[in-house]
């Protein structure tokens, strides 16, 4: 298959999309929490759903980048079958997030950085690609990967 799937998608350039979930992620540190910021894109590339964590001032456990994003891009198409978007987020997935991204039926998904230690998307867990559900999402990781983990670890520096 070429560099482009039958969707349209470019497979091998997906920092733009992250460059604004690195904005997004901005927005998270800035408001005191986390830094992950994810965007949901269409099959042109369109940006259809954004997000960033929002835990410490919505108050809400569930308010994670990738849910927001993912409610935002729902709401935008009026469906909650998301199945030719693709969800670029700065770090991996937790296992909260990762059953959202196969609730909502995604099949592609774009990390930054991986989580070593809450990442159910390749590192601790895999659960996007576990064959005893089902799931077969494509997994395309690294992708400003310095840069997002430098967002993080300057965030829990700073806290320490």
């Keep these: 298959m070429s560099d482009r799937d039958r969707a349209g998608w470019d497979r091998t350039d997906w920092s733009g999309a992250m460059g604004e979930a690195l904005a997004l992620a ?3 540190s800035a408001a005191g929490d986390v ?9 042109t590339g369109a940006v259809i759903g954004r997000g960033f964590n929002h835990r410490e001032v919505a108050h809400d456990p569930t308010a994670h980048a990738e ?32 059953g959202a991204l196969l609730a909502a039926r995604i099949p592609r998904l ?20 576990d064959a005893r559900i089902g799931a077969k999402v494509e997994v395309v990781s690294g992708v400003r990967a310095a ?14």
């Design 26 to 28: 901005e927005r998270a």
């Design 35 to 43: 830094p992950v910021g994810a965007v949901v894109l269409d099959a």
């Design 67 to 98: 849910v927001l994003a993912l409610r935002e891009a729902a709401a935008a198409r009026g469906t909650w079958r998301l199945d030719d978007c693709t969800l670029v987020v700065t770090l991996e997935p937790c296992v909260m997030c990762a």
């Design 110 to 129: 774009v990390i930054g950085a991986w989580d070593a230690k809450a990442g159910a998307t390749g590192s601790q867990w895999d659960l996007v690609r």
């Design 147 to 160: 840069e997002s983990s430098s967002l993080l670890s300057a965030f829990f520096e700073a806290r320490r």
